[in-house]
């Protein structure tokens, strides 16, 4: 899809508050308000824009335990990894998961209400899983940078 100076001006500003009114978003992107309109639709129907969400505070919200959690497989067959992707796309638990080189196959992002909540999700929810041979679990200390952003516009 090719952005136009105007389109990349909307979605930064989308981005970084989608609930602001089609009369602000079409003044930052130096549209109309019809030519903002439309364009939001375009994105919409062509996927770039996937959906609007509310971004919340994970430890406002009980979850006081996150952790980078690194998954080996059993065995690299396209059986497993169809499986335990399947798996991991159902457990809430879970808020991203990427398939990564190195000697780990997945890591994956995880939130816990508590040390008990982990030990438990870890040893019932991953553990058990028969294409799972191992996981090691890197506790975060402090989130530094967290955005949502893509660096639409440069730098």
Not at 51 to 76: Q, R, S, Y
Not at 82 to 92: A, C, G, T
Request: with cysteine; net charge neutral.
């Amino acid at each position: 899809m090719q952005l136009t100076a105007a389109d990349k001006r909307l979605l930064a500003a989308l981005q970084s508050d989608v609930t602001r009114s089609q009369a602000d978003l079409a003044a930052e992107a130096g549209m109309s308000r019809t030519s903002c309109w439309r364009r939001v639709r375009e994105f919409e129907e062509a996927g770039l824009i996937r959906g609007k969400v509310a971004l919340l505070d994970p430890k406002l919200a009980g979850f006081t335990i996150e952790v980078l959690l690194l998954v080996a497989m059993t065995e690299h067959t396209d059986a497993n990894r169809l499986s335990f992707e399947q798996h991991v796309r159902d457990l809430p638990e879970v808020l991203e998961c990427f398939s990564v080189s190195g000697d780990r196959d997945y890591m994956l992002q995880v939130v816990a209400h508590d040390m008990d909540s982990y030990t438990r999700f870890l040893n019932t929810q991953v553990l058990t899983h028969e294409t799972v041979r191992s996981a090691s679990s890197t506790f975060v200390l402090k989130r530094v940078k967290y955005s949502t952003a893509l660096p639409i516009g440069g730098r």
